[in-house]
């Protein structure tokens, strides 16, 4: 399910006018030539905890477990290897055969 959300994201990415026309924005071009919209994710997949945090003010809901700091590092690292998407091997492990 995951990968066929990133399929879906990085195809609405690709297709949406609003968000191409940053892309040839013409101060943004002359700020940084080469600008691009991208996004990256850290596909993992494991048990996590979701629970509230906050005020009585504001309330964000997080989600804890080493599962979730694994997806945070992979999606850091697309970055790094300018790539869209990294899998770990758990979540590669438990991919069908014909999505791997």
């Known amino acids: 399910m ?11 990415i690709n297709s949406n006018k609003k968000i191409l026309k940053y892309n040839k924005h013409t101060k943004l ?6 600008y691009s919209v991208k996004m990256g994710f850290g596909l ?30 992979l999606e850091a690292a697309t970055k790094q290897y300018g790539v869209p998407m990294l899998i770990s091997g758990d979540m590669f492990a438990i991919l069908s055969k014909p999505t791997s």
Not at 2 to 12: M, R, V
Not at 29 to 34: F, L, T
């Open 2 to 12: 995951s990968l066929i959300s990133f399929l879906k994201i990085q195809a609405a």
């Open 29 to 34: 071009q002359m700020e940084m030539p080469g």
């Open 44 to 73: 993992h997949v494991g048990w996590a905890i979701e629970g509230a945090i906050g005020s009585e003010f504001k309330i964000d809901a997080s989600y804890l477990s080493p599962n979730v700091n694994m997806a945070s590092r």
